[in-house]
């Protein structure tokens, strides 16, 4: 019998994560081409999932960046450390 799911939903980083263990796998180069072309359509829709989230996340950065009637979207700087 398999076990249930996870019931939370996927993060950015969960998918980002999955993404670079996908990708890793691939690279090896040690898998029948079966498993690789089944990987390879794995890590394109996290891929895709990952941007949709990050174009979601930068749609609310404008909203809250609006001025106005116009957005004034500021690039992204993140702290030295």
């Known amino acids: 019998m398999a076990m ?3 019931p939370k939903p996927a993060t950015f980083e969960s998918d ?3 993404l670079e263990s996908v990708v890793n796998r691939l690279e090896s180069g040690d898998l029948p081409l079966e ?3 089944q ?3 794995k890590g394109m829709a996290l891929s895709e999932s ?3 989230r990050l174009e979601q996340a930068e749609t609310k950065i404008e ?3 609006k001025k106005g009637n116009r957005v ?3 690039p992204f700087q993140p702290e030295q450390g």
């Open 35 to 37: 498993e690789s072309l």
């Open 72 to 74: 004034s979207p500021a």
């Open 4 to 6: 249930a799911e996870d």
């Open 16 to 18: 980002l994560s999955e």
């Open 63 to 65: 909203i809250l960046l």
């Open 39 to 41: 990987l390879f359509e």
């Open 50 to 52: 990952c941007r949709q």
